[in-house]
């Protein structure tokens, strides 16, 4: 599981770190506007900052969208479906 990072969003929302580029970010930025879940977004391109936080927890790799949940772990590219229900957990 990935260490908790300062970007740890608060409950019921969390922090999705995208590029301009990544259609499954744009994707999963609309589902969740339509369900109205509130999100973060940081622009890896924007703020390269964090770049070393989304290579971290996908085993080295630059992956967008990565999800971060509010007790701190992380999934790339999930579902909708999942980022309900793990929310709601």
């Given at each position: 599981?990935?260490?908790?990072?300062?970007?740890?969003?608060?409950e019921g929302t969390i922090t999705m770190f995208t590029t301009t580029w990544?259609?499954?970010c744009t994707r999963l930025k609309g589902q969740l506007s339509r369900e109205g879940v509130p999100f973060t977004?940081?622009?890896?391109?924007a703020s390269p900052e964090h770049v070393d936080f989304?290579?971290?927890?996908?085993?080295?790799?630059?992956?967008?969208?990565?999800?971060?949940?509010?007790?701190?772990?992380?999934?790339?590219?999930p579902s909708l479906a999942e980022v309900k229900q793990r929310l709601a957990g």
């Amino acid at each position: 599981m990935p260490e908790l990072t300062p970007l740890t969003p608060d409950e019921g929302t969390i922090t999705m770190f995208t590029t301009t580029w990544c259609g499954y970010c744009t994707r999963l930025k609309g589902q969740l506007s339509r369900e109205g879940v509130p999100f973060t977004e940081i622009d890896l391109e924007a703020s390269p900052e964090h770049v070393d936080f989304v290579e971290r927890v996908n085993a080295g790799n630059r992956t967008v969208p990565t999800v971060v949940f509010p007790d701190g772990t992380a999934a790339t590219n999930p579902s909708l479906a999942e980022v309900k229900q793990r929310l709601a957990g």
